[in-house]
């Protein structure tokens, strides 16, 4: 068994902001692997599916994002789940916007949802880091993740989440790898331009 989780604020007033892709990153694994029907569990939105023949939890906390780990660790000891069988989805200043990593452990850089994770889980999880780029200076950071993602954003977006969706087996599978290279590809296929030039200013 996995633990799937994303990381977002509950509520409407957040649904499309930048810091809840995570969120819109389950939603979309969610209906491609015909999950259960989400209901209120571990202090979360939480559903069932079966991805890539494993028994797969799928959490959106809705302990909003800096108490994120309470409601991951909650499902995490309740089905006995390692870290390394956690999957965390969050958005990614460090990333240009559409790019997309994974990782084993590693440092939080500043976001509360992975601070608050590890403090309850360990370190040792695995992060889908989906980046959102960054809005140039620290002072601007708060009110740029808070913000809706942009009319011309929503095309790469859906994609980015899109093909997370698709992959998802792969990552059911342990091969973090394959999953980033087929994202990739995915993402280079479609081609967003206005993406590519935002790209050569973020770090990736």
Known sequence: ????????????RYARNRHNIGFMALEAIARAHRASPWRARFQSEACEATIGGEKVILLK???FMNDSGRAIGEAARFFKVEPA???VFHDELDLAPAKLRVKLGGGNAGHNGLRSTTAFIGNEYRRVRMGIGHPGLKELVHGYVLSDFGKAEGPWVEDLCTASADNAALLAAHDDAGFQNRVHLFMDARGHAAVKRLGEKSPD
């Not at 068994?1 to 409407?12: K, R, V």
């Open 1 to 12: 068994m996995l633990i799937f989780a994303g990381l977002g604020n509950p509520g409407s």
């Open 61 to 63: 906390p809705q302990t």
């Open 85 to 87: 069988e956690v999957i």
